[in-house]
């Protein structure tokens, strides 16, 4: 790119197009689409006032991205009952993509204040049987996350290949370790075992960011 810098200190330049329609006692008969013809760039947005929309890709790709074996830390603790069945719905059709990307074997262990290897076997075959002892065991009890990172430990360390582990949790831990950087050993712990990545994925409005944060 040979444009000239929009300043003497460099920087960059943006381009605002309004599209403005003012209609009184009118009644919508289709829905209401503006084709701004020059919105194609990922920075690109609306905004109309103090709300914005706006379109982000994220550059690149993950690093470590490539896996064969998935371990999902499921939290069925208390604070987790909100849309539980519906938390349930969602980690089965999280195992169906990780079998459609390449996942050759998954576990599901559930966590509370124990933890529970709830199903094991190829992503795809997740099915009803493990979708009614998640329900079945339903979201009581306390929170113990370094519980649950020891025992995904010990089930990588039986899996062959590279292992993904997601953690399915709001990250408000209420028993066992709670000391934010103690379980980031726990969580480094887990390369010997065969684990090249871990995320964590939540569905509450209720959750403690920074404990998960750290897990990642």
């Keep these: 790119d040979n444009a000239p810098a ?5 920087g960059g330049s943006a381009h605002m197009e309004v599209v403005e329609v003012r209609k009184r006692d ?30 982000i890709t994220p ?8 896996f064969e074996q998935l371990i ?3 939290d069925t603790s208390a604070s987790t009952a ?25 576990a599901v262990i559930a966590f509370d204040q124990d933890s529970e290897t709830i199903w094991r076997g190829q992503p795809e075959a997740f099915g009803g049987a493990a979708r009614e002892r ?10 113990n996350l370094e519980g649950a990172l020891l025992a995904a430990a010990r089930t990588a360390a ?6 993904r582990v997601i953690i399915f949790s709001d990250g408000i831990v209420t028993a066992g370790q709670q000391d934010g950087r103690k379980l980031q050993k726990r969580v480094a712990a887990l390369a010997d075992a065969g684990v090249v990545r871990m995320d964590a994925l939540t569905l509450a409005t209720a959750r403690d960011d920074g404990v998960l944060s750290r897990l990642v």
């Design 6 to 10: 929009p300043t003497t200190l460099s």
């Design 26 to 55: 009118f009644e919508p008969l289709q829905d209401f689409i503006v084709w701004p013809g020059h919105l194609q760039a990922p920075w690109d947005a609306l905004r109309q006032g103090r709300r914005l929309v706006a379109r």
């Design 59 to 66: 550059p690149g790709g993950a690093a470590n991205d490539h």
């Design 72 to 74: 999902v830390l499921f």
């Design 82 to 106: 909100p849309r539980f069945a519906g938390r349930v719905e969602a980690l089965a059709g999280l195992l169906a993509f990780a079998g459609r990307h390449g996942a050759k074997g998954a």
């Design 134 to 143: 998640l329900l079945a065991r339903a979201p009581l009890g306390a929170s």
């Design 158 to 163: 039986s899996m062959e290949g590279q292992v």
